[in-house]
Nanobody
Framework: VQLQAYGGGLVQAGGSLRLSCAAS????????MGWFRQARGKEREFVSV????????IYADSVLGRFTISRDNAKNTMYLQMNSLKPEDTAVYYC?????????????????????WGQGTLVTVSS
């Protein structure tokens, strides 16, 4: 599985960006895929996750109502639409994936549960 994240950049507070994560190498119907971020000097934190097959989503409280995760099955691409950006959203954003075909598998907010990671894309929000 290969994941490639892109779309980061510099934006003013209150602005918007859309991140993309292109996935290849597998059929992702049994996967869930997520976004994490890591600010300088801080630990990596969960942002959002989506189950590929159903589109079920979970968000971190800090982004709920501002960010929207989605996926395009035909393009094997996951998105993170980020609106009303704040300086505290500044971080390197990573996409990640996990095969969830096993019995009892549930979506996770823990980075330790994810098997595949893309390279990060930097989002900088200026005040």
């Amino acid at each position: 599985v290969q994941l490639q994240a892109y779309g980061g950049g510099l934006v003013q507070a209150g602005g918007s960006l859309r991140l993309s994560c292109a996935a290849s190498g597998r059929t992702f119907s049994n996967y869930y895929m997520g976004w994490f971020r890591q600010a300088r000097g801080k630990e990596r934190e969960f942002v959002s996750v989506i189950r590929w097959s159903s589109g079920t989503t979970i968000y971190a409280d800090s982004v709920l109502g501002r960010f929207t995760i989605s996926r395009d099955n035909a393009k094997n691409t996951m998105y993170l639409q980020m609106n009303s950006l704040k300086p505290e959203d500044t971080a390197v954003y990573y996409c990640a994936a996990r095969d969830c075909s096993g019995y009892g598998c549930v979506m996770s907010k823990s980075s330790m549960r994810y098997d595949y990671w893309g390279q990060g894309t930097l989002v900088t929000v200026s005040s």
